[in-house]
């Protein structure tokens, strides 16, 4: 175990090195391949769920379960208090505690803390945001004001900006199955979908491609660039280990020759708040933005990546997903190995 992670917070994988990432990566690689162990007895991970899951609640849970310590699971407003994260604000509504008892409360008792809350951009559901500004959304206040108050480690398990436990495993998934990734071809690729999805997992994917020096491609419509601060970022990044990212509206020379096609769908930045209008605009995209087997063709015989859940035939066909190419569940498997490797080199000890 080496002392560099210990105690550090995992907000987000800007916060870490690109090497200091791949050194998670390998770990949990070996872990995978029972090379290496770890060991978390007596030690506990509280989990607040704002937001719906099934890989990141079931790998962090049985990541502590394989470590030998437990997990708490609690969804903040059901079975616990609605909680207040902004200083000096008069708590008459509807949040009962404030972060800066909850937090130190809290992580007295545990060892690390999961918080995933991500305020959907969506449309026919009811909205959970506060505001529709995301420049506010991105400062990512909650889990932030949590972090600075608390004694122990802070995993972000999405957010409004990042999902860098989704960075780990897509960077695991892409040194597992292309052996050296770097300078290969990776391309990112938006895709229809009825819903305005927040823009956390494409820019984790993005950076995840980019920490590990590959030729990534941003494959999106006009209208629906990622934050440029990430997409600046993953590009400094990628420049560092000799690879680079480029942005295109072209579908057809964006999937020529890629090693790896990862699909994502989420909402314009431009229409944030204004969901209706989005769904006009974006009507026509429908039949173009699906991936599909002639896309796939195109590609140097590259793997699939989807985070997912993916909705079948709206984001990526039944022959592309039931396909050999098609990685999607190990890259979710690879959840679990590189959450134990985090956990392991943050707590472990
Ligand atoms: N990819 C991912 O984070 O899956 P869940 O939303 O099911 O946790």
């Given at each position: ?39 978390l007895?007596g030690r506990i991970l509280a ?22 310590g ?37 992580t007295?008792?545990v060892d690390a803390v ?38 122990k480690p ?189 956990l392991?080199?943050?707590i472990?000890?």
């Amino acid at each position: 175990m080496s002392l560099q992670y210990r105690g550090r917070h995992f907000l987000n994988s800007l916060d870490f090195a690109p090497a200091e990432l791949r050194t998670l990566v390998e770990v949990a690689l070996r872990m995978k391949r029972g090379a290496e162990r770890g060991h978390l007895p007596g030690r506990i991970l509280a989990l607040l769920f704002f937001n719906a899951s099934v890989r990141t609640r079931v790998s962090c849970e049985t990541a502590m379960a394989r470590l030998g310590g437990n997990a708490i699971a609690l969804t903040p407003g059901r079975d616990t208090w609605n909680f207040e994260d902004q200083d000096g604000v008069v708590m008459d509504q509807n949040a009962q505690e404030h972060v800066r008892e909850l937090s130190p409360v809290v992580t007295s008792m545990v060892d690390a803390v999961g918080i995933r809350k991500c305020d959907l951009i969506t449309v026919g559901d009811a909205k959970t945001s506060v505001t529709d500004s995301y420049a506010e959304l991105k400062k990512d206040s909650f889990i932030h004001a949590f972090a600075r108050f608390s004694k122990k480690p802070v995993l972000n398990l999405e957010s409004n900006a990042a999902h860098p436990l989704q960075h780990l495993a897509d960077m695991a998934t892409l040194v597992e199955k292309l052996g050296e990734p770097r300078g290969k071809k990776y391309v990112l690729s938006w895709a229809w979908h009825p819903k305005s999805l927040p823009v956390a997992t494409p820019h984790s994917q993005m950076l995840a491609a980019a920490d590990l020096g590959m030729d990534v491609t941003i494959l999106h419509p006009p209208g629906y660039d990622l934050d440029a601060d990430y997409v600046g970022a993953a590009t400094q990044r990628a420049r560092q280990l000799g690879g680079n990212v480029t942005v295109t509206h072209d579908v057809e020379a964006a999937y020529k020759d890629a090693k790896a096609v990862c699909v994502k769908s989420w909402g314009s930045l431009q229409y944030y708040g204004r969901f209706d209008e989005e769904v006009a605009a974006k009507k026509a995209l429908r039949s173009t933005w699906i991936c599909d087997e002639s896309k796939m063709a195109r590609t140097a015989d590259g793997i699939f990546m989807h985070c997912l859940p993916a909705r079948r035939n709206v984001v990526v066909t039944d022959g592309v997903l039931d396909s050999k190419r098609s990685v999607v569940v190990d890259q979710a498997e690879n959840r679990l190995w590189t959450v134990m490797a985090l956990l392991k080199e943050l707590i472990g000890g």
